[in-house]
């Protein structure tokens, strides 16, 4: 089947104006009869499901929580992306384009990262319309900071709690499409399959977390706004509960699944402390805006950070790579940070950690502050704590956490820091109006593959989220459904809907009597431990071929070993888990496949063969400058197929952030 | 170190519960609240029990997930801190712990730990948003925003949700839940053109799931995972009184 991404002709900047003006339309009447299903309630989801509702189609949403309001972008911290050029630095929608397509390492589509850019700017009217509460300055206005890979300031922000405050902003615009019956919320509910009629998606199996049964829904439509699958590698900066379920049961059902291997290690999390560590905290990206990042000179330097003079630090990301400092892409900080620790100059107990240091900032703003308030000649104590202040209202919450993880205070001491997993830009193949290789079956967010190439660059996963939900969907929808509006609602009696329901119920039986030996936390730490060490920060073609043949032998004891205790009748999160730890594991095998199929480094994926003299990723052009689509074929089985990219605007060069 | 924990144990809705006393050994101090749980609910796996079920999520005290009460108090002994972000360096070797979940009648229990909070849900439904349809917003900076104001309604956007208020007050009010969003709102100019009817709907509705009423103990506060204050109960109640004087009568 040749892929067809239908992006719309014409040039770049009138791609999406051409595509809103030529799409179907459905009319009012026609859309009380059409029903959508949403799987998830994050920012993809919550806002897909609010926008669907308000334009008055029958909408459906599920989630696995026990509110829609707990879904995990909430705990996005840094901020959001939009092309405003508020802060007038030469910020446009080209340049947010530009950005991420670099930052991307070219491995992404122009056509859907353009129209992304331009929604940006509506998508932070709209939450300030909802009444999202963003950082002002005193003249009213909305305040701006930088993030990695770019050299504007162009990240709208709430404190380090920017995810929470646009989910509910978002989660209130559900709320109200619930109370005002356009939204019926499942909360507490998985999906776990799609079903199809006559090769469209027609609904789900849904399973009530609560009482254990299965239910059907019917649905002219399913969106599948899941989220991604760091938790893949057990440790990540995921929430316990984040999957690959609903997205891996889609792939199963013939929907394609694009660059598996693409997963964003992000440099700065508090590090692991011991093998009872159950996840990973993030410290938000924007503190690179402040912090310094630095290393002692002198290998295995056991000395405290406070023993050790100005030059005997290594500021190795401003050494480096002086034109962006410590704001450089999150994949090349990453790898710079592991290379410093495998090099001996980690610090900390375990020595795989490095230092993000506030210290300098802390006296910088302490100084600004001084001078506001006429203090010119302010000792150093009353700097340091005017500074302390400053930082407080820019990072506190962040602060606040890091203390009562780690027991130490960052005002004080500098962080330790290191490399976590954090999101996944790999995701379902979609097209331009993002619907997979499966009629009827779309994917918005971190579910789907589209936006980020190789790398994402920080603070667009929100806008990404919302850019979909708010503003694409809609359009989209439209446009597929109004073939659709002679479509009667299918009742849930019909055939396919008892044989996927009985396929679903057989896998659970078949998973509860086992009865083994070994729990499912066991078997999701052993997959993790396999796929950080040769899936990880740095992969080679060896570890990867070991990796394959260890989780095909993972999945072969899981299937004959698991053991799972209660019944399937009752609120059960071990059997909850088990599923989603059986599908953790395919897809691992999946991305390690991927991985070994791409002989290049790109982004996130580094591959150890393929470097330049100085370490940085050395991407293949003429070979891999294609999204690798993988078609699911059976057990272990799959076929790779080929979405060439075409560049017609950028012309991909070896990046460079020096 | 090692622990004895005396845990609530419920098999669903319908049943009678009880405490049940586990041990746990080789606790270290590094380990969160729940990653001790975790090694106890590994524990009965092993010996072929039930694990204990419990809420929990994003494990860094922001989706609002976990809901312990640890030794009387919601969200256990630290100040500012979900059950999640609770490390297990406040704990001695020897200590007992005693683990119950929120105890409300708006929140009956689902099983052990877990409650349903949907109560909260529909309160958010009876008026805790903006009315704007996407796509209809004006430029952001249109609309300057005094920043202390702006700021004071982030502090009440922080509300996670927890219901540890709830648990924590001695009638089950849920008027800090209730207040944080209303004031979320109310500080707005954005909130404005809807701000007596949302104040008057939202307490209608916190009566209806039977929330029980404040009475200025300021528990709620104190035990508030992120420190929200009670001035926004104040400021609830004013907004209650001067809609309800301005005739707003709840929508039917």
Known sequence: MPLNSKIPAGPLESKWKTYKSTCKLVNPANKRQLEIIVIGTGLAGASAAAALGEMGYKVKAFCFQDSPRRAHSIAAQGGINAAKNYQNDGDSTFRLFYDTVKGGDYRAREGN???????????????????VPFAREYGGLLSNRSFGGTQVQRTFYAAGQTGQQLLIGAYQALERQVSLGNVEMYSRHEMMDVVKIDGVARGIIARNLVTGELERHFGHAVLLCSGGYGNVFY??????GSNVSAAWKAHKQG?????????????????????????????????????????????????????????????????????????????????????????????????????????????RYGKIEANKQGQHNADATAIRALGEA??????????????????????????????????????????YELMTTVPGLYALGEANFSDHGANRLGASALMQGLADGYFVIPYTMGNNLADDIRTKAIPTDHAAFVAAEKEVSDRIN?????????????????????????????????????????????????????????????FNPELDKAGRVADFIELGELMCKDALNRNESCGGHFREEYQTPDGEAMRQDDLYSYVAAWEYKGDSQEELHKEDLVFDVVHPSQRSYK | MNLTLKVWRQKNNKAKGSFETFKVNGI???????????????????????????????????????????????????????????????????????VEPWRANSFPVI?????????????????????????????????PIDKQRADESFAAATCIGCGACVAACPNTSAMLFVSAKVSHLALLPQGEPERQTRAVNMIQQMDTEGFGSCTNIGACEAECPKGISLENIARLNREYISSVFAGEEPAA
């Not at chain 1, 009597?513 to 992969?539: D, N, P, Q, Y």
């Open chain 2, 28 to 98: 270290s101090s590094e380990m969160s609240f729940l990653e001790m749980f975790d090694v106890l609910n590994e524990q009965l796996v092993a010996e072929n029990k039930e694990p204990v079920a419990f809420d929990h999520d994003c494990r860094e005290g922001i989706c609002g997930a976990c809901s312990m009460y640890i030794n009387g108090r919601a969200h256990g002994p630290w100040h500012h801190n979900t059950t999640c972000q609770l490390h297990m360096r406040e704990y001695k070797d020897g200590d007992t712990i005693v």
């Open chain 1, 510 to 570: 078949k998973l509860m009597s086992i009865k083994g030996k070994t729990s499912v936390e066991a078997f999701h730490k052993r997959l993790g431990k396999i796929m950080w060490e040769k899936c990880g920060m740095a992969r080679n073609a060896k570890g990867l071929t070991e990796a394959i043949a260890e989780i095909q032998a993972l999945k072969k004891e899981f299937w004959s070993d698991v053991r799972i205790p209660g019944d399937i009748n009752e």
């Open chain 1, 255 to 363: 929907a394609f699944f694009g660059n598996p291997c693409f997963t964003q290690i992000h440099p700065t999390c508090i590090p692991v402390s011991g093998d009872h560590q159950s996840k990973l905290t993030l410290m938000s990206e924007s503190l690179r805006n402040d912090g310094r990042i630095w290393v002692p000179k002198q290998k295995n330097d056991s000395r405290k950070a406070s023993d050790i003079p100005e030059e005997e630090r290594d500021y190795y990301l401003e050494r480096r790579y002086p034109a962006f400092g410590n704001l450089v892409p999150r994949d090349v900080a990453s790898r710079a940070a592991k290379e410093r620790c495998d090099e001996g100059y980690g610090v900390g107990a375990s020595k795989m950690a490095v230092y993000l240091d506030f210290a300098a900032a802390i006296m």
């Open chain 1, 235 to 240: 440790l990540s900066t995921n929430a316990m």
């Open chain 2, 111 to 143: 099983k052990d730990l877990v409650v349903d909070r949907s109560a909260f849900d529909r309160i958010i439904q009876s008026g805790g948003y903006i009315s704007v349809n996407t796509g209809n917003a004006v430029d952001a900076n249109s609309l």
């Open chain 1, 390 to 431: 400053v930082v407080k209202e820019k990072y506190g919450n962040l602060f606040e956490m890091y203390e009562k993880i780690t027991g130490e205070d960052p005002y004080k001491m500098p962080m330790r820091i290191y490399p976590a997993v954090h999101y996944t830009m790999g995701g379902l193949w979609v097209d």
């Open chain 1, 113 to 131: 990262v353009y129209r992304l850019a331009e929604v940006s700017a509506s998508i932070i009217d709209q939450c300030v319309a909802q009444g």
